[in-house]
């Protein structure tokens, strides 16, 4: 068994987390090592969700924990190929944030539930039924597989800002690194 290590996460803006990911066409090791590092990247950040593109691998695979507390137990879920099979009408308001944008959390209205396909890591195809957290989280992931940032649903005034704060950021952080 490899060592696990932490990748670095791509910072917005970047040209890779605005492009849509393949599909995994079968689990290999290199896969397996993929997200074991994935897990080990997002619980260090720490966050709730990675995809792969935030690693840059511009594949169609995410990794979640959205167990809230620490003394929840821990709930990890790898998922290759997600779909979104059904969505509610009724809708949801979660303050999103996203560790390829530090530091910028904003509302977004998503569907408030949602039923999700997906391979899991034996090649198993699993249907899981999200609401709460996980909804929002799992939606916001499959859309960084589609190149889509939460901060897309905010208005375009909104997001140049953002998008101007984290330019600044990304050049202050190459200039002490
Ligand atoms: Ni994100």
Known sequence: MPFMAIRPILLHPDPRLKKRCDPVDGIDDKLRI?????????????????????VGVMSRVLVMDCAKTDEEEPAPIAMMNPEILWASDEMNTHEEGCLSIPEEFN???RPAAVQVRY??????????????????CVQ???????????IDYLGPM????????????????????
């Open 34 to 54: 993929l997200i074991d590092d994935m897990f080990e990247t997002m619980y260090d950040a720490p966050g709730i969700g990675l995809a792969a593109p935030q």
């Open 107 to 109: 509302d977004v209205e």
């Open 119 to 136: 391979l899991d890591l034996d090649g198993a195809e699993q249907t899981l039924d999200c609401d709460g957290l996980l909804a929002t």
């Open 140 to 150: 916001h992931e499959i859309d960084h597989l589609d190149g889509k940032l939460f």
């Open 158 to 177: 909104k997001r140049q800002m953002i998008t101007g704060r984290m330019k600044k950021r990304k050049k202050e952080k190459a200039k002490t690194a």
